[in-house]
């Protein structure tokens, strides 16, 4: 592409690296770049929007970051030196308003509710700058407002893109349509596109910034993966930032019939979170299927437990202590439910952050007698949305020692498994015989399990 000028108002933008020339060449319905720090995302972006509002007449462009501060310094200031002859800006909008009538409007969302301002206005693009600062709410808030404005002269179909780097309170929704490219509903895969920009890619940066290369070199591990290497499993303020899935992810096989095999759940009317575990002869345990499903009844969700475990012999089911609560118009619990259909479940300990604390012990890699890294706990490849939301979970900010409970989406599979690692069979070897002092265990037996 070379040096990006615009003939009209012998406006020159610079020279695009390769991988911005990628973005700047990519029409699909949403586009994320960046993925590390030293990319070049603001630049790519900010020069991005600017390419479109000369080349669309009329193009209505609103263009966000998470906070006004960065905005400024990032976006304002930059784009009043480049645009001083080629568009007026209006500070009380905080719009930039071009010859051909196109605008770029540029805001900030410091609040979740501030995005709701966009509610009712159409936008042809939007971009959302260090996206993973934007909640998956703002982000769907905003999907509302990207729109035909009916302002552009040019055929235009709607586009939003993002630029963003793995971590912070959007890491799960960006990672789950941009690199685990996990689509639902009517979401298309071909509608979203993700492009990787290290600082490698960065020749500037390595030519004339070579001690914030290195500076990047020598953050800690977990950090220095996800800014560096531009990895998506781990981000600052990772939980479980033993989770590799080269290490805990693996291709499944059959299970051997000897091995014990167990239920856990976590159960509410958002979400069915249910995990069959097996452990081995020597007490490692393999997760080998899940059923994650939402807005079941009771009595359905057992008819889908029953239907996903099909033959397995179940030594024993287990669900958290709050499944016991009784109802007062019915004096009944959902474990009283899931029991009329056929389903007995063990009470497990409901001691989160001991809990969390073991299944950290549980993923701590170690080499087995091969020379293998390999860990206590792995899981087999079809269970998507464990694997998605388990190396997801953030340390609560008001207690550190316990896994945030927002975005909730992130927290069914994990406690399903939380369950599991809490109860009595993880603690014995090979998923041995049950305390006598088990709760539940005696007439667990008598429903012939």
């Known amino acids: 592409m070379g040096e990006v000028a615009n003939k009209k108002s012998c406006l020159k933008l610079g020279k695009p690296l390769a991988k911005q020339e990628e973005f700047f060449c990519a029409k699909e319905r949403f586009v994320a770049y960046g993925g590390a720090r030293g990319g070049g995302k603001s630049w790519a972006a900010r020069t991005k929007a600017v390419m479109l509002a000369l080349a669309h007449s009329g193009i209505q462009i609103l263009f966000l970051r998470r906070t006004l501060s960065s905005l400024r310094e990032n976006h304002i200031y930059p784009l009043k030196k480049l645009l001083k002859n080629a568009a007026v800006y209006k500070s009380s909008t905080r719009e930039f308003v071009f010859a051909n009538e196109s605008r770029i409007v540029l805001g900030y969302c410091s609040s979740e509710d501030d995005v709701l301002q966009y509610q009712g206005q159409g936008y042809d693009v939007i971009f959302m700058e260090e996206a993973t600062q934007f909640s998956e709410f703002q982000y769907q808030a905003l999907t509302e407002s990207n729109r035909s404005s009916g302002l552009c002269k040019t055929d235009f179909e709607p586009r939003m893109y993002l630029t963003c780097n793995p971590g912070g309170v959007g890491h799960g929704w960006v990672k789950r349509l941009f690199i685990d490219r996990n689509y639902r509903q009517s979401e298309e895969e071909g509608d979203y596109r993700f492009i990787k920009s290290l600082v490698y890619d960065n020749d500037y940066l390595l030519k004339y910034s070579p001690g914030y290369v290195k500076a990047l ?70 997760v080998y299927k899940e059923l994650y499903e939402k807005g079941l009844i009771i009595s359905d969700a057992a008819k889908r437990i029953h239907t996903v475990n099909g033959d397995d012999e179940i030594l024993m089911r287990f669900a958290p202590p709050d499944m016991w609560n009784r109802r007062q118009e019915t004096g009944k619990s959902a474990a009283d439910i899931f029991l009329e259909n056929g389903l007995y479940f ?95 265990y005696e007439s667990f037996l008598e429903f012939g399990v």
Not at 221 to 243: P, S
Not at 370 to 390: D, M, P, S, W, Y
Not at 419 to 425: D, G, L, N
Request: proline share 5%; aromatic share 12%; charged share 25%.
């Open 217 to 286: 070199e020598n953050l800690p591990k977990a950090r220095r993966m996800a800014m560096l290497d531009g990895n998506w499993d781990v981000f600052d303020g990772q939980y479980f930032d033993e989770f590799n899935r080269d290490v805990h992810v693996i291709k499944p096989f059959v299970i051997p019939s000897h091995w014990r095999r167990f239920i856990s759940i976590d159960y509410g009317l958002d979400m069915l979170a249910c995990l069959w575990i097996a452990l081995d002869d020597n007490g490692k345990a393999y």
């Open 346 to 440: 063990y009470k497990s300990n409901n001691n989160r952050v001991q809990g969390w604390y073991e299944m950290k012990e549980w993923l701590k890699p170690y080499s087995d007698e091969q020379g293998i890294t390999t860990a206590k706990l792995v899981i087999f490849e079809n269970c998507v949305n464990l694997i998605r939301t388990l190396p997801s979970l953030r340390f609560d900010e008001k207690n550190p020692n316990d896994v945030a409970n927002e975005p909730h989406e992130l927290t069914h599979a994990p406690d399903a498994l939380r369950c599991f690692i809490c109860s009595k069979a993880s603690s014995s070897k090979g998923g041995g015989q049950m305390s006598e002092q088990s709760e539940g």
